[in-house]
């Protein structure tokens, strides 16, 4: 008989016989909708900067992908509570920096941008193409807000029948 442990935010398989584990299918909460085969765990880069006496943070959310994307999405956890505002999300590409730099955008791209309750939609005008690096900015003013939040980024085409890709995660302390 098999048990199923959930350990931040992974599920593993425990089997009767000895202690060997391993991710099921699913191991990824929130990505059940997701093409099986892009569902291994992976962890992005992230860097965030205070700025200011109110002490508003820029969150800078590196994406990376091996295939151009159509849009992006970014599934927030159920326990997060702030209002983000169209004007706080700004995507753009930038060179490669180092970890003490800030990243520059050298090409902002326009985009439409969707919000509901637990995902942050992006359709740039233009696909975003693989090879090249991408930076998502964004301004959290609220005060209150502090924990450690795991975000899921996806990404996917324009066609119907297309399904996400999940392309990793980033893992926040604020």
Known sequence: ??????IAGLVFTLASAGCESE?????????????????AYRLLKHKMI???KEKEKLLYLFISSNEGMDYIKINFPKYISTNLDYKDIKLCAFDEI??????TCTNKLSSKIKINNLDLKLTPNETLFSKVDYVLIMK???QNLNGVYQMNLLSGKLKEDAEDK??????IKI
């Not at 180092?98 to 990243?103: A, Q």
């Not at 999940?166 to 893992?171: D, E, M, N, V």
């Open 23 to 39: 991710p099921t299918k699913n191991s990824i909460l929130g990505t059940e909708n997701i093409d099986s085969s892009t569902k």
């Open 1 to 6: 008989m098999n048990n199923l442990i959930l």
């Open 50 to 52: 205070s700025q200011g």
């Open 140 to 142: 959290i003013s609220d």
């Open 98 to 103: 180092s970890k003490e730099s800030i990243p």
């Open 166 to 171: 999940y392309l990793g995660s980033w893992r």
